[in-house]
């Protein structure tokens, strides 16, 4: 199973700000922890997180899904599976 890796990076930034790693054994209870914020970018971006668990059990589903520039808060959110 692939960990799910969200990074967030201000413009113009090669390190992100924050990254937020949840291990692919464990996505399906994480997923219920992902902080408040987070989930409703995610929910605002028409991202289903179940499709991305579902997604993290295939060992071919690797690299990034979405990027989302958010240009007004000059943010970068990344949503891979590695």
């Known amino acids: ?6 990074r967030v990076f201000k413009r ?3 390190e ?9 054994n464990i996505l399906k209870i994480a997923s219920k ?13 028409g991202i289903d997180i179940v499709e991305i668990i ?4 295939n060992p071919d589903a690797q690299g990034t899904l979405v ?7 000059n943010e970068k959110v ?3 599976l590695e």
């Open 12 to 14: 113009g930034e090669t």
């Open 33 to 45: 922890l992902i902080p408040h914020r987070l989930a409703e970018i995610l929910q605002d971006k």
């Open 16 to 24: 992100p700000e924050t990254t937020i790693t949840i291990p692919g």
């Open 67 to 73: 990027e989302i520039e958010e240009h007004k808060k």
């Open 54 to 57: 579902r997604l993290s059990e």
């Open 1 to 6: 199973m692939s960990n799910l890796k969200i």
């Open 78 to 80: 990344v949503i891979a």
